[in-house]
């Protein structure tokens, strides 16, 4: 079974950092798609950042080059190290991971940017 698990989510102050971590299965591997999204209160799900095996990735033109997304697809893992935090990234970041054409989404992790 496949279970992505976000980790990393916490308060922090505006300009600070946080590094979020999801791993898409402890027992499946051969995912050939991770990425990260968000959702804020009363808006959309949007894409943050992704990546494939081949290493391409995409990123949203909202972090403004603040966010990197880096993968280790061996582990199954992939990370979105994200500085300059701002109040409006506060939202709940999910981990979206893909094996084959079957797509799995985490429960969330929650970043809240406040002074």
């Known amino acids: 079974q496949v279970q992505p698990v976000e980790s990393g989510g916490g308060l922090v102050q505006p300009g600070g950092s946080l590094r979020l971590s999801c791993v898409a299965s402890e027992t499946i591997f051969g995912f050939n798609y991770m990425g990260w999204y968000r959702q804020a209160p009363g808006k959309k799900r949007e894409l943050v950042a992704d990546i494939i095996s081949n290493n391409s990735i995409k990123y949203a033109d909202f972090v403004k080059g603040r966010f990197t997304i880096s993968g280790d697809f061996a582990k199954n893992t992939v990370y979105l190290q994200m500085n300059m935090l701002e109040p409006e990234d506060t939202a709940v970041y999910y981990c979206?991971?893909?094996?084959?054409?079957?797509?799995?989404w985490g429960q969330g992790t929650q970043v809240t940017v406040s002074s």
């Open positions: 979206k991971a893909r094996w084959g054409d079957s797509t799995y």
